[in-house]
């Protein structure tokens, strides 16, 4: 959630400005549907001539103009993602789409008194559209005119002075966020968002401001810039930027080496609320499926998890000594009773065959799952030879001896056909060794005796008990998510079968590719079913790297076994207590892969007033680190107030109070315990505030935040100074802190964490 850093009334405005741009867009594009319409009656007109050319004529004409209108009415949907206004280029040549093609701005496109005038606005969409003077409406995103929205850079800008992601769904355009690439230019662009600070910036009066602009604008450029092949690795404390250069970064290289990322990138997100300011950022490219953006709860296919486990248990589900009663349990489970039916499994196996009845006893039974058991192939593809096995085991208790090699070979053809028809075997072979889904495995870990005999010798009593709790209780955690790839990888997937609506069109060469839609499905619901479908990646992004557990860690490896890596976090942000534990499985997942290693050192969210509070934590949630550099003030320090007895209350009127303050955003950061209390104290305050847990804050900003008990915060885990410190670094413009009595406030007001002295 980006900083709204601009007036309420300036981003309407703007905001206003997309809207009417797009509904004259809508327009043109219903005109040229219209126009399609039309080719097609006329053309099934001509069909009446009768004469093979004319027929042969009519075909072609029905084929392109559906085509054409196919097209239109995919696109149709959030057809409109950015903007760039540029300078007066060079040359004054245009290409096929309407817009200029100089790269570098003309020599005297910038006045000596450093101001410039916007010679041209580029609207960027998922194809291109020219009004009826063929002046170009809108760029498609793979043009050359297109090419600066991906390419342009603060330190390589060429003619760009300001870059617009434009949010829409629909015909309604959401939001703008702006880039400043040019913030020493005095041009009267109206900039919303974060580029509105860098245009503050940029435009200061003094050279100090300016060389911190050009600092910020250097570090991030080398990120976005940097080879593709290996691991890109940056770091950098809160307000450096991690999360949007990282972004810019994914869209940058997707634009220059589209056929190498058709594989597909991904973005893993710590939480949805992080993941609706990466969609705002970043969009989809205007390519289906192309782009994935996922919260790391929500990277398993059909599963959304919605609630967070305490602490403790977060640590257990979030070791790797999960692994091995994962293991146990994928095999354990072939004796789970059945899901349905009368009665359980029978102990031993019966058939008929040549006139006699055959039996395998249970000790045997045992002896072929073991032996089908052995080495590490998933569960679910053991089962084509656990029932060879079996077939084996029930030939030698049959007795029968041939000297013919050829006789005894069919024979035993006959003999395993006959078997595997008989209605015994099939209902054995499904009972004793059925197909596990891991959410079935899962829910059998809720049973504590069981999961105790999984778990023996990795799990105390105690955290068996903790982690049985959790999983009786309705829904999915964040840190079940891990387990269930998990369990997906050690069960094996069956194949699937799909099904798919079969346009006629569809059987023509070439058409598909066209013609993306399969019949019925919306472009959105195209790019969602993609996304979910591909398991691997071409590049991944890992945002808030710090706060992935071990086993989350194995998850994404998983989706980028040959991929390119983005991986931005920093270590005094980590939520995860065994940071050792998972820098190890980080190294699995990544492999032998060359690294590469960025630093951002410039804060430029916090004021210095509000960064000094949150250097005070950090110093005690990690000695020695060091805070990166803060390049503005405000004059406004933090407030510090103690609750009474009605805490809600206090709360509510707190957030009311910054809700005068600023015209943006308030953020009320509560422990994790309290987030549902927090919603009922903030309820009918409106949009603007929201209540947060401090595991929810991560990687958000806000104008202004509020946070309610630091001590409580700091206590929830061994990693609670770290959380405290983020939730301290979320505001833009100004910071409340409510205390209880457990923070232990001074006379001012101020909690004992807090205190410099």
């Known amino acids: 959630m980006a900083a709204q850093t601009t007036a309420p009334g300036v981003r309407d405005q703007e905001i206003a400005a997309e809207q009417a741009h797009l509904d004259r867009v809508y327009n043109r594009l219903e005109e040229k549907i219209h126009e399609a319409e039309f080719l097609m009656s006329d053309a099934a007109q001509r069909g009446h001539v009768g004469t093979p050319g004319a027929l042969a004529e009519r075909d072609a004409q029905v084929f392109r103009a559906g085509i054409h209108l196919n097209r239109l009415n995919s696109e149709f949907e959030d057809f409109l993602f950015g903007r760039i206004d540029l300078l007066r280029g060079k040359d004054g040549k245009k290409g096929a789409d309407g817009a200029y093609t100089s790269i570098e701005p003309a020599d005297d496109a910038v006045r000596a008194d450093g101001g410039a005038d916007v010679a041209e606005t580029l609207h960027i969409g998922r194809i291109g559209v020219l009004d009826a003077e063929y002046a170009p409406l809108v760029i498609d995103w793979r043009a050359p005119a ?9 330190v390589a800008p060429g003619r760009v002075v300001r870059r617009r992601v434009i949010r829409s769904k629909g015909r309604r355009v959401l939001g703008v966020e702006d880039d400043l690439l040019r913030p020493e230019l005095s041009t009267g662009l109206p900039v919303v968002g974060d580029g509105a600070l860098m245009a503050a910036l940029g435009q200061a009066r003094t050279h100090s401001m300016r060389d911190i602009v050009s600092s910020i604008q250097a570090e991030q450029d080398l990120v976005i810039r940097a080879p593709a092949a290996s691991v890109t690795e940056v770091s950098g404390g809160p307000g450096t930027g991690k999360t949007a ?18 594989g597909g990138i991904l973005c893993v997100s710590p939480t949805p609320l992080l993941v609706a300011y990466t969609e705002g950022v970043l969009p989809s490219l205007g390519e289906e499926g192309q782009v994935a953006i996922r919260a790391v709860g929500s990277l398993v296919d059909g599963v959304t998890a919605d609630l967070y486990d305490d602490p403790a248990v ?38 008929v065959a040549f006139g006699r009845r055959i039996e395998l006893e249970a000790h045997e039974l045992n002896t072929v799952r073991q032996q089908a058991l052995s080495g590490t192939t998933p569960v679910n593809l053991l089962r084509p030879r656990a029932r060879r096995l079996l077939l084996d085991a029930l030939w030698r ?18 003999f ?26 899962l829910a059998a870990l809720a049973d504590d005796k069981r999961l ?50 079969v346009d006629p069109l569809d059987q023509l060469t070439g058409l598909e590719e066209l013609m993306p839609e399969a019949a019925g499905e919306s472009r959105r619901e195209r790019a969602e079913r993609l996304a979910r479908e591909r398991i691997e990646y071409a590049h991944v992004i890992v945002d808030e790297a710090q706060d992935l557990t071990p086993m989350q860690w194995r998850m994404v490896g998983r989706r980028g076994r040959t991929a390119t890596w983005t991986i931005v976090g920093d270590p005094a942000q980590s939520s995860w207590t065994d940071v050792d534990e998972a820098a190890r499985a980080r190294d699995e997942a990544l492999g032998t892969r060359p690294r590469r290693s960025f630093t951002l050192t410039v804060n430029y969210r916090n004021p210095a007033e509000i960064a000094g509070v949150a250097t005070t934590v950090l110093a005690l949630a990690m000695p020695g680190s060091t805070s990166p550099r803060a390049v503005r003030s405000t004059g406004i320090p933090p407030r510090f107030e103690v609750a009474g007895d009605d805490l809600g209350a206090d709360v509510r009127a707190a957030a009311e109070r910054l809700l005068g303050e600023v015209d943006g955003t308030v953020g009320v950061v509560v422990a994790m315990n309290r987030r549902a209390q927090a919603r009922g104290w903030l309820d009918g305050l409106g949009d603007r505030v929201v209540a947060l847990g401090s595991l929810e804050a991560k990687g958000l900003e806000y104008d202004a935040t509020l946070v309610v008990a630091p001590a409580e915060i700091a206590e929830e885990s061994p990693a609670g100074l770290r959380v405290l410190y983020v939730a301290l670094t979320r505001a833009t413009q100004r910071l409340a802190v409510l205390a209880v009595p457990a923070d232990q406030p001074n006379a001012a007001g101020v909690p004992d964490l807090l205190r410099a002295d």
């Open 146 to 154: 297109a090419a600066p929205f991906y390419r342009s850079t603060p």
């Open 245 to 262: 250069v990282a972004l810019h970064r994914a869209a940058y290289l997707l634009y220059q080496d589209r056929r190498r990322y058709s």
């Open 314 to 351: 977060a640590r257990i589900k979030g070791s790797l000594r999960m692994l091995k009663v994962l293991r146990n349990a994928a095999r354990g489970s072939l004796d789970l009773p059945p899901e349905s039916g009368p009665g359980g499994r029978s102990a031993r196996l019966r058939v």
């Open 397 to 414: 208790k049959s007795g029968r001896r041939f000297e013919d090699a050829d006789l005894a070979a069919q024979e035993r053809q006959g």
């Open 416 to 441: 395993d056909e006959d078997i595997t028809t008989e209605p015994d075997f099939i209902e054995f072979l499904d009972a004793w060794w059925p197909v596990l889904e891991p959410a079935r495995v």
């Open 452 to 501: 105790a005999r999984w778990a023996r010798r990795v799990l105390s009593p105690p955290e068996v008990r903790r982690v049985a709790r959790s999983l009786r209780r309705a829904g999915t955690s964040v840190h079940d998510v891990a387990l269930l790839d998990e369990l997906d990888t050690l069960l094996g997937s069956p194949p699937r079968e799909r099904s798919r609506e």
